[in-house]
């Protein structure tokens, strides 16, 4: 497991295996979006703030995905222990 936090909604949580960051972050009240849920459309792109995301999508490039600047919350994960997000 690692720990987000929504630094807008000053909300931190931590996601579980068997969840994804968006779901831990919905239920905790953050407001998110969300659409594909499987890592295809983008919607659910979010900036990073701090951390090293674990991209597991197919909508950033590699480029993209090397510069941590943004994770997709409905399927990517984090390699620290750590992500803060602006949500
Ligand atoms: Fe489509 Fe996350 S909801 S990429």
């Known amino acids: 497991s690692f720990q987000v936090r929504a630094?807008?909604?000053g909300v931190t949580v931590t996601v579980g295996k068997?969840?994804?960051i968006a779901q831990a972050l919905d239920k905790a009240?953050?407001?998110?979006?969300?659409?594909?849920?499987?890592?295809?459309?983008?919607a659910c792109l979010t900036?990073?703030?701090?951390?090293?995301p674990d991209h597991r999508?197919?909508?950033q490039t590699a480029e993209e995905k090397a510069a941590n600047s943004h994770v997709t919350i409905c399927c990517s994960r984090s390699?620290?222990?750590?992500?803060?997000?602006?949500?």
């Open 79 to 87: 390699k620290s222990p750590l992500l803060v997000l602006d949500v």
């Open 57 to 59: 999508d197919a909508y």
């Open 7 to 9: 630094e807008q909604s």
């Open 18 to 20: 068997d969840e994804t």
């Open 29 to 42: 009240g953050v407001d998110i979006l969300t659409s594909c849920e499987q890592g295809v459309c983008g």
């Open 47 to 52: 900036r990073v703030l701090e951390g090293e």
